[in-house]
């Protein structure tokens, strides 16, 4: 089967570094699906409205080299264990895709663009191909209660951000908030953990560069645009 990308994702991220780990981790994290031309129609939409949420299946397109690998390393197991690829959501997948459950903030109908989805809390990096999108159905699509292998043993870790550089040329208050969520979650390389080392972060057109200390808090040193 050949599949064709339907649309392309726009966010922040230039770059799969900081790239939230899930969809939802930062709820408010915008990003919109333009559509490709065949495809820029009021119909394929139509009752969208209705729903909250929807899934994307999309394709892991930074990802240039085939993966051919049957176990992997997730970053919430400090890149120390391995589990089976099946058993994670690892990017190094044997057909690179991806999955993820995305609200909806409004859908704009008319724009030079087509329709055009702006959506909250995705993790996907600014133009990744996106191959098909299907409404969420909580009776379908939530289950309460269940076991998460792994995941249940280890919780998110969230870090402390202080804020050094000024802000305020670059992001409103609620951007801010918004690069906060994101630097929360540590986008580091599980592999790199040197306090004195300064990272480099592209986010919304502008390089964050940042230090994480010992004890567990991320601080933002420069903005460079």
Same mark, same amino acid.
């Given at each position: 089967?050949?599949?064709?990308?339907?649309? +392309?994702?726009?966010?922040? %991220?230039?770059?799969?570094?900081?790239?939230?780990?899930?969809?939802? @981790?930062?709820?408010?994290?915008?990003?919109?699906?333009?559509?490709?031309?065949?495809?820029?129609?009021?119909?394929?939409?139509?009752? $969208?409205?209705?729903?909250?949420?929807?899934?994307?299946?999309?394709?892991?397109?930074?990802?240039?080299?085939?993966?051919?690998? $049957?176990?992997? !390393?997730?970053?919430?197991?400090?890149?120390?264990?391995?589990?089976?690829?099946?058993?994670?959501?690892?990017? %190094?997948?044997?057909?690179?895709?991806?999955?993820?459950?995305?609200?909806?903030?409004?859908?704009?109908?008319?724009?030079?663009?087509?329709?055009?989805?702006?959506?909250?809390?995705?993790? $996907?990096?600014?133009? *990744?191909?996106? /191959?098909?999108?299907?409404?969420?159905?909580?009776?379908?699509?939530?289950?309460?209660?269940?076991?998460?292998?792994?995941?249940?043993?280890?919780?998110?870790?969230? @870090?402390?951000?202080? /804020?050094?550089?000024?802000?305020?040329?670059? %992001? *409103?208050?609620?951007?801010?908030?918004?690069? !906060?969520?994101?630097?929360?979650?540590?986008?580091?390389? +599980?592999?790199?953990?040197?306090? *004195?080392?300064?990272?480099?972060?592209?986010?919304?057109?502008?390089?964050?560069? /940042?230090?994480?200390?010992?004890?567990?808090?991320?601080?933002?040193?420069?903005?460079?645009?």
């Amino acid at each position: 089967m050949q599949i064709q990308p339907i649309a +392309h994702f726009h966010s922040p %991220f230039s770059s799969k570094f900081g790239i939230p780990k899930q969809s939802g @981790l930062v709820e408010d994290l915008r990003g919109k699906i333009v559509f490709e031309p065949a495809y820029r129609s009021r119909d394929a939409l139509r009752g $969208l409205e209705g729903f909250d949420f929807i899934w994307l299946i999309w394709a892991f397109s930074a990802n240039v080299q085939p993966t051919n690998s $049957l176990v992997v !390393r997730p970053p919430l197991l400090g890149g120390n264990e391995r589990v089976g690829v099946f058993a994670s959501r690892s990017p %190094f997948r044997p057909n690179g895709l991806g999955l993820s459950s995305v609200r909806i903030e409004r859908i704009e109908w008319q724009s030079m663009q087509g329709p055009v989805i702006h959506v909250l809390g995705a993790d $996907l990096m600014n133009g *990744t191909p996106i /191959f098909d999108i299907k409404p969420y159905l909580s009776y379908a699509d939530s289950h309460v209660g269940v076991r998460c292998g792994f995941v249940d043993r280890h919780a998110i870790r969230r @870090l402390e951000v202080r /804020f050094e550089a000024d802000m305020s040329p670059y %992001f *409103t208050a609620e951007e801010q908030e918004v690069l !906060r969520g994101v630097l929360e979650l540590d986008p580091r390389p +599980h592999y790199q953990s040197s306090p *004195t080392k300064i990272y480099g972060m592209p986010f919304q057109g502008v390089d964050i560069r /940042f230090s994480v200390s010992q004890d567990g808090v991320l601080t933002v040193t420069e903005i460079v645009g």
